[in-house]
């Protein structure tokens, strides 16, 4: 079971960048794979992007496809979510999510943190 911790949200302007984190404990992250999940106020939690173990493959939503990377470290257990040119619907609680394989995570069915707020102001 791996335990996640996120952190480096916070309020910012339109079109200012963000990285957020997510720190892990337990032996078993670095053979698992990472995603980051957000979720709007009063909408239903959405995939935004995921790596695997290796930090070599890497997926990401559509709509936030150029603007947002998913890197990892596993030196430090911790992955990151790179965030560019922020707009106000990017406003969410992001969660990141850990788990054995891809289709684990996708699905929701991995370990999740307690999320880190988001708030972007126009």
């Known amino acids: 079971q791996v335990q996640l911790v996120e952190s480096g949200g916070g309020l910012v302007q339109a079109g200012d960048s963000l990285r957020l984190s997510c720190a892990a404990s337990g032996r078993a992250f670095i053979k698992y794979y990472m995603a980051w999940f957000r979720q709007a106020p009063g909408q239903e939690r959405e995939f935004v992007a995921a790596?695997?173990?290796?930090?070599?493959?890497?997926e990401h939503a559509d709509s936030v496809k150029g603007r947002f990377t998913i890197s990892r470290d596993s030196a430090k257990k911790t992955a990151y979510l790179q965030i560019h040119s922020l707009k106000p619907e990017d406003t969410a609680v992001y969660y990141c999510?850990?788990?054995?394989?891809?289709?684990?995570?996708?699905?929701?069915?991995?370990?999740w943190g307690q999320g880190t707020h988001v708030t972007v102001s126009s």
């Open positions: 790596i695997d173990w290796t930090g070599d493959n890497t």
């Open positions: 999510t850990a788990g054995p394989n891809m289709a684990t995570i996708r699905r929701g069915f991995g370990s």
